[in-house]
């Protein structure tokens, strides 16, 4: 089995290709999902108020993630505080994605922090989605994000040109959704061949 990990900038499109994977049919992962569904366990949501206080909360009692990301960006030690909560728990997931999906070929697994959090030794191989700056710039901008949160958060984050350096294989990100699936599954052909 080949494990390999799609990772990259903010907005450079990693959900987008691993949508395109899992239509596919193959096995996928995603970090950020996990992240998610997490967030919705209530011995979890403890944890994160007590790393931030209640002024992450809405007044439904609901938790305000733009809040907690802009307390992040505030403090590198808010910052240090929610991953080390949440990397372990992420990790197990992941292995637990692993052995439940032990007879597939290959399983892809997005994780936007991998250079960061330094799991680049858990993978076979480690592909990096890219684009231009400016279509970032725009991408970012339709994710709802404003330009001065997406540069703190960029400033969070090992610059592309430095994951690009150390990729196994770039995916370029712009083209056409149909143009992405064709070279994805040209590069999967020879994987399933070996
Ligand atoms: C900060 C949070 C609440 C923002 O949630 P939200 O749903 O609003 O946005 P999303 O998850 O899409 O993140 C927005 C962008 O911020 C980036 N980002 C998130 N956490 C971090 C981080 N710890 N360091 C650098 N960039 C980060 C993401 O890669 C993404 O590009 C959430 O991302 C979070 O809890 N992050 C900490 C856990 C973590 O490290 N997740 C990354 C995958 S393991
Ligand atoms: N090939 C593409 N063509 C057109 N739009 C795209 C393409 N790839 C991504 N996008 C758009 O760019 C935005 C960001 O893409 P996506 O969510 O896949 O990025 P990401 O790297 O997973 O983001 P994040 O860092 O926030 O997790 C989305 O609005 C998505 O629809």
Redesign the pocket.
Known sequence: MKKIAITGS??TGKSTVLKILQNLGFATFS??E???NL?EDPEIKKRVIGIFGEEILEPDGKLN??K??EK?LENQEF?KE??AL??PL?KKKCIEFINANKEEKILFFE???LF??GWESFFDEIWVVSCSEKVQKERILKKG?DEKMGEG?LK??LPLSEKEKRAHRIIFSEKSIEDLEKELKEIIKEYLKA
Do not use: G, S
């Open positions: 903010l907005a970090c950020d996990v992240v998610r967030y993630k733009k907690i990301l992040i910052k929610l991953e949440f990397h992420v994780v936007p922090l960061e959090a994000l958060i969070l984050q």
